[in-house]
């Protein structure tokens, strides 16, 4: 298996479940889920390690807000800004299957894929 470089998000409730994503995968990391969301959609899964960072299952996804690729995971981990106490703050990874962390600023739970409420410093 590839080098962990990156972390791939999948948002459970955008994703149709369409499988491209999972096809386009050259390090073969995703799957669909033999869950269903509330859509009634069995949407991709990431594997939990072997992310290159690549992206390419981003551009593969049509539909926006599904995935959120992040390239330098260890970087961005550090870098992260707490939404509730505007400080920067470190994320704990909780579930990489499905891409969801803790916020050691405020402990609240953070969802990756929620990229229009990530910060993270320059």
């Not at 707490?82 to 739970?109: F, K, P, Y």
Request: with cysteine.
């Amino acid at each position: 298996m590839a080098k962990a470089r990156g972390l791939v998000a999948v948002n459970f409730e955008e994703c149709k479940g369409c499988k491209l994503c999972v096809d386009a995968c050259p390090v073969d990391v995703l799957h669909l889920a033999k869950s269903f969301n509330t859509h009634g959609y069995s949407p991709a899964e990431y594997d939990g390690e072997g992310c290159t960072g690549c992206g390419i299952c981003y551009y593969a996804c049509p539909e926006p807000g599904a995935i959120t690729v992040f390239k330098r995971w260890e970087e961005a981990q550090e870098a992260y800004i707490c939404h509730n106490n505007n400080v920067q703050s470190r994320l704990s990874l909780q579930d990489s299957v499905r891409g969801l962390a803790l916020c050691d600023s405020c402990g609240q739970e953070v969802i990756l894929s929620d990229f229009l409420n990530l910060r993270f410093a320059e």
